[in-house]
């Protein structure tokens, strides 16, 4: 999944929840409803959140600058 964001604001309140160890969790809370864990038959649902520091300052810095110009997300597995 990828988010955009506006303002440096948005950007820094999500990686403050990430920092806190909150954003799994409020994710976790807000996509895997009852509704969609039984559509999808299943019980439990390990969902796993990874922002990385490099990531978040070249948003910031592209958002800091207000560019046209996006920033690469690769696929990163650990």
């Known amino acids: 999944m990828a988010v955009g ?3 440096i604001k948005e950007l820094d309140d999500l ?5 806190e ?5 409020l994710l976790h809370e807000i996509l895997l409803t009852s509704s969609v ?4 038959d299943v ?13 978040y300052e070249s948003c ?10 996006r920033v690469d997300i690769t696929d990163r597995r650990e």
Not at 60 to 69: I, S
């Open 15 to 19: 990686w403050a929840y990430h920092k």
């Open 21 to 25: 160890e909150k954003l799994s969790p």
């Open 43 to 55: 019980t439990n649902v390990r969902l796993v959140v990874k922002l990385w520091d490099d990531e």
């Open 60 to 69: 910031k810095h592209e958002l800091d600058n207000k560019t046209t110009q």
């Open 5 to 7: 964001f506006e303002t």
């Open 37 to 40: 864990m039984e559509a999808a």
